[in-house]
C-alpha cells in the first residue's frame, strides 16, 4: 500500500527540499521504491539537491497539462535505481496546477511507487495547500526558532482541516522533524529545547537533525547527505527518521555538543 | 549547575524561556481565532460605523490596537477628533 508523504513546514529556507531529498533517498537506501515530486512551481530546487538539474526534461506541469506522459517526466537517479524524481516547473503561472490534475498524478504514483514524498513550497498558498491535498502523513519541518515554530502550528492546523482526509473525517499522521539543531546552543538555553518544542506543537517527533557542514557539503556536490556521507550525524539522524517512518521503533539520538580540541585540552566544560 | 554558572559569567540569561513563553500565548489566540471571521476587524468597522454617525472622521486619525495578554486581553480605539467636531453635529443636524 502505497503511501504519500508531505513535507512542509509553512516557512520558507527551514530544510524542507533537504529533507525531502535525505528522506527520499534513505526509504530508498532501505530497499523502497520512493519517487521525490517537487511542487515549488517556479522555483524548483529538488532537482538541484538531487543533482538531477540537467536532466530536467519534463516536469509536473507537463504531465498535469497532458503534454508529456508520467513515465516521460519521471527523472531516475544514477546512485540508487528504486529512487526516482518528478520536478517542478520553472514556469511562473501558479495556476497551472489543478486539484483534479495533481490528484490524478498522485494516484498514478501511488500505483508505481511505494512512497510518495511531496516537497511543499513554502506558504500557505495554492502550492503548499496542493502538497498536502492528498497526503497520508505528514512531516512538518520546525528550526528551534519562535518564527518556524508559530508556522508549523499554522500548517498543522491545515493539515487537520484542509487535506482529503481531513474531510473525510480521517487523520493524516503528523511527525515533527526538527532540523538545524545546535546543541550547544540548546545547551546554554539560547535556543527552545526539543520538549519545548513538542509541548507546543503537541505532535510526535520523527527526528533530530543536527546543524551541521555536512548537509551544506551534499547539497554542493547534488547528492542527498545520506548518499553523500552516510556515516555523518545528520544523515544518520535522516536514516533513523526514514526507518521510524517504515514503522520501526528506533532510539532517538539527541545530538550532544562535540567539543574541541581546545576546548578539551584546556579541560574547559561547555555545559 | 555548571549552566547557571556559565550564565553568570557570560552575564547573559537564557532567552528560550521568554521564546517559549511568548509563543505559548500567541498560539493560544491564534488557534482559537483559526477558521473563524476576523475579530479585530469586524470590532474596528463596527465601532467606526457608530462614530461615523455622529462625527466626521479621518479615517488615517483612527488608531486600533489590541495586546494578547495571558489571562486578559485589550482592545484600543484611539480616535482623533477635530475640535468643535460637536459644532458641526449640531450645524449637520
Known sequence: ?271 | MSMNLLRLFSGRTASAPVARERLQILLAHERGLRGQPDLLGILREEILAVVSRHVVLDPEKVIVRMDRGRSVSTLEVDIELPNGFDKRIAAAG
Request: aromatic content about 2%; proline content about 3%.
Open chain 1, 1 to 271: 500500500m502505497a503511501k504519500v508523504l508531505v513535507v512542509t513546514s509553512g516557512k520558507g529556507g527551514v530544510g524542507k527540499t533537504t529533507s525531502t531529498a535525505a528522506l527520499g533517498a534513505a526509504l530508498a537506501q532501505s530497499g523502497e521504491k520512493v519517487v521525490v515530486v517537487d511542487f515549488d512551481v517556479g522555483l524548483r530546487n529538488l532537482d538541484l539537491v538531487m543533482g538531477a538539474e540537467r536532466r530536467v526534461v519534463f516536469d509536473l506541469i507537463n504531465v498535469v497539462q497532458g503534454v508529456a506522459k508520467l513515465s516521460q517526466a519521471l527523472i531516475r537517479d544514477k546512485r540508487l535505481e528504486n529512487l526516482w524524481l518528478l520536478p517542478a516547473s520553472q514556469t511562473r503561472d501558479k495556476d497551472a496546477l489543478t486539484e483534479e490534475g495533481v490528484g490524478r498524478i498522485i494516484d498514478d504514483l501511488r500505483s508505481k511507487f511505494d512512497w510518495v514524498l511531496c516537497d511543499s513550497p513554502a506558504g500557505i498558498e495554492r502550492g503548499a495547500t496542493l502538497a498536502m491535498r492528498y497526503a497520508d502523513e505528514a512531516v512538518i519541518v520546525t528550526n528551534p526558532e519562535v518564527s518556524s515554530v508559530r508556522d508549523s502550528d499554522r500548517i498543522i492546523g491545515m493539515l487537520d482541516s484542509k487535506t482529503v482526509k481531513a474531510e473525510k473525517g480521517e487523520q493524516v499522521k503528523k511527525h515533527v522533524l526538527i532540523t538545524r539543531y545546535d546543541p550547544g546552543r540548546a545547551a546554554r538555553g539560547e535556543m527552545l529545547s526539543i520538549e519545548d518544542i513538542l509541548e507546543i506543537l503537541a505532535t510526535p517527533l520523527l527526528g533530530i537533525i543536527p546543524e551541521s557542514q555536512d548537509v551544506l557539503r551534499a547539497s554542493n556536490v547534488g547528492s542527498p547527505v545520506t548518499l553523500n556521507n552516510a556515516a555523518s550525524a545528520p544523515a544518520r539522524a535522516y536514516m533513523d527518521a526514514a526507518r521510524r517512518l517504515m514503522g520501526e521503533s528506533v532510539t532517538m539520538t539527541v545530538p550532544v555538543e562535540r567539543k574541541g580540541l581546545m576546548n578539551r585540552l584546556l579541560g574547559r566544560r561547555a555545559a
